[in-house]
């Protein structure tokens, strides 16, 4: 079983729906990273999270410590939000560990 | 712009050449390492520093040598290509090991034929 992870695998939604991608871990971490892969190849950092809540334009980031999960929701989806999310942890010895991310597919 | 440079972004080796993929930040930050991202499987870490001159083995080290004379650089070193080290690689770093975001070089994509 993988420590990390995500579902769903794939998402394909119409322009303007809210999405929702879940993380699941079964370690102990001291933070929890969002990354976007574009596909072009680069890969950028969305969010860093230990507790609580993030929000960045349309992008949300929650995390619940006590249930090891965490959900990454865009609001108002756009085309050029089509990507691969990818959910890592950073286990309690300062290692990452990585989801096999969430291909995301949003049509106009 | 401030960030992580890779290079090169391509690259085609013969099995059993050697090369290096360069990896040099301006961020002043400590921690750096690198990555392979294969098809279907999340990324691996292959080797990381958390300052010049410290390194260390990460997950899938075989085959690869890194060092940090400086902050700024951490090369990747290929010893002897083979096919299964086909992939790509990413180069990123943070301020320090697990903490604050990861800034993630633009990948190099290797083909060894």
């Known amino acids: 079983k993988n420590e990390v992870e995500q579902s769903p695998q794939n998402l394909t939604a119409q322009e303007g729906e809210f999405i929702t991608i879940n993380c699941s871990y079964s370690v102990g971490i001291s933070a929890l990273h969002w990354l976007q892969q574009h596909p072009g190849g680069g890969i950028v950092s969305l969010f860093m999270l230990s507790s609580g809540k993030k929000k960045h334009g349309r992008l949300i980031a929650t995390i619940n410590i006590q249930e090891k999960h965490s959900s990454l929701h865009i609001t108002a989806s756009h085309p050029r939000d089509s990507a691969v999310y990818i959910c890592?942890?950073?286990?309690?010895?300062?290692?990452?560990?990585w989801g096999a991310g969430t291909k995301l597919i949003i049509k106009p | 712009n401030a960030g992580v440079t890779q290079t090169p972004k391509f690259q085609v080796l013969k099995t059993g050449q050697s090369m290096t993929l360069q990896c040099a930040q301006d961020m002043n930050h400590e921690y750096m390492s690198w990555y392979r991202q294969d098809p279907g499987m999340g990324l691996r870490l292959i080797h990381y520093s958390v300052g010049a001159g410290i390194t260390d083995q990460g997950e899938v080290p075989n085959g690869y040598n890194v060092s940090r004379s400086t902050t700024e650089d951490f090369p990747l070193r290929l010893l002897s290509a083979a096919p299964s080290q086909t992939s790509v690689y990413f180069c990123a770093s943070s301020y320090g090991r697990g903490m604050g975001g990861y800034t993630f070089g633009s990948g190099t994509r290797l083909t060894v034929v």
């Open positions: 890592a942890v950073t286990d309690s010895n300062y290692q990452l560990i």
